[in-house]
């Protein structure tokens, strides 16, 4: 059964750091892109950053360039997302999705991803 489970989320202030983590299990060798997604009440999810499952090729979405770094662990079949000097326009909660298309791209659309993790609270304070 694929699954995805996220951990690392937490309450931090402005400034700080955090690292999500996203473990997955199930057909992990059938997938091309994961990601890291964020949506907050009343507001449309929104892509994060990517990356080529095989390939390790990385997209970041404007506001985190500079500031977030998205690796994965083969081995693991982990992804992470390093996210530093947090602001709290970061606060949201954060979804790590798969996609599963063979393509030589990152995907980085909410309806390309196949599967999806429960989500991860991330709150940030001024």
């Known amino acids: 059964q694929d699954q995805l489970v996220e951990s690392g989320g937490g309450l931090v202030q402005a400034g700080d750091s955090l690292r999500l983590s996203c473990a997955a299990s199930?057909?992990?060798?059938?997938?091309?892109?994961m990601g890291w997604f964020r949506q907050v009440p009343g507001k449309e999810r929104e892509i994060v950053a990517a990356?080529?499952?095989?390939?390790?090729?990385?997209y970041y979405s404007d506001f985190v360039k500079g500031r977030c770094n998205i690796s994965r662990d083969l081995a693991e079949n982990t992804v992470y997302l390093q996210m530093n000097s947090l602001k709290p326009e970061d606060t949201a909660v954060y979804y790590c999705?798969?996609?599963?298309?063979?393509?030589?791209?990152?995907?980085?659309?909410?309806?390309?991803?196949?599967?999806w993790g429960q989500g991860t609270q991330v709150t940030v304070s001024s």
């Open positions: 199930g057909g992990t060798y059938s997938i091309n892109s």
């Open positions: 990356i080529s499952w095989k390939t390790k090729l990385t």
């Open positions: 999705a798969a996609e599963r298309r063979p393509r030589l791209i990152v995907s980085t659309r909410v309806d390309e991803y196949d599967y």
